[in-house]
């Protein structure tokens, strides 16, 4: 069964790892909004471009009070590499196991010349301080991704 996380729904309680050698606990939501983007991999064409433009626009998200959180199945040390060799300004977490990409739907069945597999479906979600989602982007287009999102994020403070 797979999980759907719509708009209004709360997300489901964890803790993962981060970049920054802190944790990510989502009982303790301190900013007004988080922007937590899946990805399937570090340092791979599309999940570079999308760090790449988050990270471009995080003076701006921090002005809303707004964190950026990216979450992969990679790991802190392969974050960190990522985070270096592309000067991200992001914070990356780490979900190994996989448990909070299936807990939020986005560990979907995926095709890619002629082979059929289980990945992560680049995907958004703009969680307010109460955990509710306020907004939900599936099948993520990197291109302009990155604005339209904080565009959102603007109007829903």
């Not at 900013?31 to 064409?45: A, G, H, M, Q, R």
Request: aromatic fraction near 10%; charge should be positive.
């Amino acid at each position: 069964m797979t999980i759907e996380l719509k708009i209004n729904d709360n997300i489901p309680n964890f803790t993962l790892p981060l970049s920054d050698d802190s944790l990510f606990n989502s009982e303790e939501l301190k900013k007004k909004l988080y922007i937590i983007y899946f990805y399937p991999k570090d340092n791979t064409p599309g999940c570079t471009n999308e760090a790449k433009d988050f990270s471009s626009l995080k003076k701006d998200f921090d002005k809303i009070d707004a964190e950026i959180i990216g979450i992969s199945k990679d790991s802190i040390k392969k974050h960190k590499n990522f985070i270096e060799k592309q000067d991200l300004k992001i914070k990356l977490a780490s979900d190994e196991e996989g448990s909070v990409i299936e807990s939020f739907g986005v560990w979907v069945e995926k095709k890619m010349y002629g082979r059929t597999y289980m990945g992560i479906e680049r995907s958004t979600f703009i969680i307010s301080s109460e955990k509710k989602i306020l907004e939900v982007y599936k099948k993520v287009k990197v291109k302009n991704h990155a604005n339209f999102v904080l565009e959102r994020a603007k109007e829903l403070i």
